[in-house]
């Protein structure tokens, strides 16, 4: 009778205690993907604008105005939309660099 009591507790404990860890565990696995995504924005960001940087005087620029900004000031921009094709967010083909304000000119239109 007292080894079936003692199942009970270790089943108890075997419920309760997944349970406890698995929220956790799916919260940092999230995190971690989503680091990894933002980890590739960046560098897709970066693949972009060295595209347009010219040589000499390090600066960057636009596609759209063509005047020259320093790194800061652009940044890469999807020529077609991450929402329309999502499987192109991170493909260098689809990027020019652009700087702040024709982005902003770009995503207000
Ligand atoms: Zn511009």
Same mark, same amino acid.
């Given at each position: 009778? $007292?080894?079936?009591? &003692?199942? $009970? ?6 419920? $309760?205690? =997944? ?19 933002? @980890?590739?924005? /960046?560098?897709?960001?970066? @693949? /972009?604008?060295?595209?347009?940087? /010219? ?5 960057? @620029?636009? &596609?759209?105005? %063509?005047?020259?900004? =320093? ?6 921009? %999807? ?10 967010? %991170?493909?260098? %083909? ?6 702040? @304000?024709? #982005? $902003?000119?770009? #995503? &207000? &239109?």
């Amino acid at each position: 009778m $007292t080894s079936s009591r &003692s199942r $009970t507790v270790v089943l108890k404990g075997l419920w $309760t205690f =997944p349970a406890g860890l698995l929220k956790p565990d799916r919260k940092k696995e999230k995190a971690k993907r989503n680091r990894k995504k933002k @980890q590739k924005d /960046i560098e897709w960001h970066n @693949q /972009i604008c060295e595209r347009a940087r /010219i040589e000499g005087i390090g600066l960057y @620029q636009c &596609s759209l105005c %063509h005047f020259v900004f =320093p790194r800061n000031m652009v940044a890469g921009d %999807h020529i077609v939309t991450k929402g329309a094709r999502p499987d192109l967010r %991170h493909d260098v %083909h689809n990027g020019r660099c652009v700087c702040k @304000q024709c #982005h $902003t000119l770009r #995503h &207000s &239109s």
